[in-house]
C-alpha cells in the first residue's frame, strides 16, 4: 500500500458518516465501499429516517439519493442545511438527473456524484484491502457459528483461520511475508532498523528471458535473503515485484554499529548469483538498498532512501531528513537558475491559443507562459507546469507575472480582438501586484478586451477580500471566467459567489467525453445549469472533429484545443477553420 493510500485511511477511518439510500441494491452496493474508507457510518432507509438520525446524532458526511419516499435527498439536505449550515451533504445521482444541479447549488450541496460510485485510481490498491476484509468476516462467521459447536470441530476452525491468514499475509511466490504482513509488523512494533532491497533492472529479466526466469530469480534470491538472516534476526517480506523487506524492532540487531551491519549486508549480496536454466548459466544479482532507522513511517523513509540512491547511483542510502526534501529540492535549484537566465536573456514570452465559437470562428485568444530554453540551436517551449511551483517557492514569481502581463498587454494593444491571462489567488491577495495589474490595464487600455481566469480548484479563504478586488477590476471592464471546472468536487454555491462571466470546463472531461457517459452527463448538466445562471460555458482539450460536434449538440458556447490551433507566439499564424 503506497503512502497516499495509507494517509487517506487514517485520514477517513475516524470520520462519521450518515448514508441515506432507499434502494436496497445500491445501498449494499455503495455501503460495500464506504466501510473501506470510514469505520463508522450509519444508515437510513429514507429522508425521514435519515433527518431523524441526524437530529440525534453528530455527523461529519452526509451521503444521499435524491429520489426517495416520504422526503427526498434535496428537501432533507435542506432541512440539515438549516440545523447545521456547516454539514458536508454529497448527493449521489444517476445520469438522468442533472436537472437537480440548480437545486443542490442554491441548498448549498458540498458535491455531486454519479452513480454508481467509483474509486478509479484506487481500485488496484483497493483489491487487497478489499479481500482483507474479507476474509476478516469469514473469519468471525466461522468463529460466531461454531462457538456451540462440538468441540471435535475447534480444531477445523483453527485450520481454516490459519489457512485465510497465511493468504492473506503471506507471498504465494516466495513464501515470505507481503506488503500487509509488513505493514501490520510495524503498526505494532517500534522500528529498529529496515533495509528495502530493490533488485536493479528487474524487468530486463523478464523482458530478455521470459516471466518464467523472473520468478526464477525472486524466489531464488528470497532463498538468498533467508540464508543471510540464518540467526533470524529479522522479519522478512517481499512488498512488490521486486522489493524485498529485512525488518526488526530488536534493538540486538545494531549492538554492532549500523556500518558493520550495513557492510555485512552489501558484502553478502555481492556474492549474489542466479543459476537460469532458460540460458544455462547463474547471472549476476545487482541491488540498491535504502535504509531507514527511524521509529516513524520506516518503510516510507526508507522507500525515500532508496530512490534518492538510484538517482545518484549509489548502493546503499541511510534515510536523513535531508533526503526527504532532496529530490525536490535540487529540481527548485535547476529551476530556479533556469528561470533566472530565462528573465535575463528575455526568453519568458506569452505564446496565444485561439478560442472559437460554434461556428469554429475565433472570437478571442488565451495567453499562456512559455521558457524558452535551446537545444542543439533548437528552441524548446517550456510549459510553466513544470517550472511555476519552483518560481513560487523561490521568489521569482512575481516577476514571472509582470513580464507575462506587460508582454501581454503590449501585444494585444494593437488588437481589437478579446484575450484572456490565467491568475492565481495570489495574486488577488498581493496589493502590489493588484496595484500592478489595474495601472497595466489603464496603461494599454485593455479592460474591455481582458479576461481573467482563475483556477477552480484553489482555495479561497477569503471570499469578501477577493469579490472586493474583482469588482474593482469589473469598473475596468474586465470579466472573470472559472478555469478548470469541474476539476474536484466543487463548492458551486461559494464558486458562483465571485460570478464569472464564462466558466470553462476541465479538459479531463473533455477528453474523455467520447468513452465516459459519466464525462459526457456531468459536461451537460455544467452547460444546462451555467445557460440558466446567464454563464458562458467554454470547453478545453478539443482534439477532434467528433468532440467539437458532440460538444456543439449540448449547446457549449466557445472550444478551444488542438483541433482548432495550437498556441503560438504569432496571432496571424493562427486560422479560422
Not at 316 to 326: F, V
Request: charged content about 30%.
Amino acid at each position: 500500500m503506497n503512502s497516499s493510500i495509507q494517509q487517506c485511511l487514517v485520514y477517513s477511518k475516524e470520520l462519521k458518516v450518515l448514508y441515506v439510500e432507499d434502494n436496497a441494491d445500491a445501498r449494499m452496493f455503495t455501503l460495500e465501499m464506504l466501510k473501506r474508507f470510514f469505520n463508522h457510518i450509519t444508515v437510513a432507509k429514507d429522508g425521514e429516517e435519515g433527518l431523524e438520525c441526524f437530529k440525534k446524532d453528530t455527523f461529519d458526511v452526509v451521503l444521499t439519493d435524491i429520489h426517495m419516499p416520504k422526503l427526498n435527498g434535496l428537501k432533507m439536505a435542506e432541512k440539515m442545511k438549516r440545523i447545521s449550515n456547516s454539514i458536508i451533504i454529497l448527493v449521489l445521482s444517476a445520469h438522468n438527473e442533472s436537472e437537480f444541479f440548480i437545486s443542490s447549488i442554491k441548498i448549498g450541496i458540498d458535491g455531486y456524484l454519479l452513480k454508481p460510485l467509483e474509486i478509479h485510481q484506487f481500485v488496484d490498491v483497493m483489491k487487497k484491502a478489499i479481500e482483507k476484509i474479507y476474509l476478516q468476516n469469514e473469519i468471525k462467521n466461522y468463529q460466531a457459528e461454531l462457538e456451540s459447536a462440538n468441540r471435535t470441530l475447534e480444531k477445523k476452525v483453527k485450520e481454516r483461520t490459519s489457512e485465510l491468514e497465511y493468504r492473506l499475509y503471506h507471498d504465494h511466490l516466495t513464501d515470505l511475508g507481503n506488503h500487509e504482513a509488513m505493514v501490520r509488523e510495524i503498526s505494532s512494533t517500534r522500528c529498529n532498523i529496515l533495509f528495502l532491497i530493490d533488485i536493479d533492472g528487474f524487468q530486463k529479466f523478464n523482458d530478455i528471458y521470459g516471466l518464467h526466469a523472473g520468478n526464477t530469480i525472486l524466489k531464488k534470491f528470497a532463498v538468498f535473503l533467508n540464508a543471510f538472516n540464518n540467526g533470524k534476526k529479522y522479519s522478512m517480506f517481499r512488498v512488490y515485484g521486486d522489493g524485498f523487506v529485512l525488518y526488526s524492532a530488536e534493538n540486538n540487531v545494531l549492538q554492532t554499529s549500523f556500518e558493520e551491519e550495513k557492510q555485512r549486508l552489501l558484502t553478502y549480496l555481492e556474492s549474489v548469483k542466479i543459476y537460469l536454466t532458460e540460458i544455462d548459466e547463474a547471472v549476476d544479482i545487482d541491488v540498491t538498498i535504502g535504509v531507514c532507522i527511524e521509529k516513524e513511517n520506516p518503510f516510507i523513509k526508507a522507500d525515500m532512501a532508496l530512490k534518492y540512491a538510484k538517482k545518484q547511483n549509489k548502493r546503499l542510502i541511510l534515510y536523513t531528513e535531508e533526503i526527504d526534501s532532496a529530490k525536490q529540492f535540487l529540481e527548485d535549484m535547476y529551476w530556479k537558475a533556469e528561470i533566472k537566465t530565462a528573465i535575463q536573456n528575455d526568453n519568458i514570452i506569452p505564446v496565444f491559443q485561439a478560442i472559437v465559437d460554434k461556428n469554429a470562428k475565433i472570437v478571442k485568444y488565451e495567453t499562456l507562459m512559455r521558457l524558452v530554453q535551446y537545444e542543439n540551436s533548437n528552441e524548446k517551449y517550456i510549459s510553466p507546469v513544470l517550472f511555476l511551483e519552483a518560481a513560487v517557492k523561490t521568489q521569482q514569481y512575481d516577476k514571472l507575472t509582470r513580464i507575462i502581463v506587460k508582454k501581454c498587454f503590449e501585444k494585444m494593444k494593437d488588437y481589437s480582438i478579446d484575450f484572456s491571462i490565467n491568475l492565481s489567488l495570489e495574486d488577488f491577495s498581493d496589493s502590489a501586484r493588484v496595484q500592478f495589474l489595474h495601472d497595466e490595464i489603464l496603461r494599454y487600455k485593455v479592460g474591455k478586451r481582458l479576461i481573467m481566469e482563475i483556477l477552480e480548484s484553489e482555495v479561497i479563504k477569503d471570499y469578501e477580500v477577493v469579490i472586493g478586488v474583482l469588482e474593482g477590476f469589473r469598473k475596468l471592464g474586465v470579466r472573470i471566467a472559472i478555469d478548470d471546472f469541474g476539476s474536484g468536487f466543487s463548492n458551486f454555491e461559494h464558486i458562483l459567489k465571485l460570478n464569472p462571466d464564462y466558466i470553462k470546463i476541465d479538459g479531463s472531461l473533455i477528453k474523455n467525453i467520447l468513452e465516459d457517459e459519466k464525462s459526457f452527463t456531468l459536461v451537460r448538466a455544467i452547460s444546462e445549469f451555467s445557460k440558466e445562471l446567464g454563464i458562458k460555458v467554454i470547453a478545453e482539450f478539443v482534439s477532434s472533429k467528433e468532440i467539437f460536434e458532440t460538444l456543439s449538440a449540448i449547446s457549449i458556447d466557445q472550444y478551444q484545443g488542438y483541433y482548432f490551433s495550437i498556441p503560438s507566439k504569432d496571432l496571424a499564424t493562427q486560422r479560422n477553420n
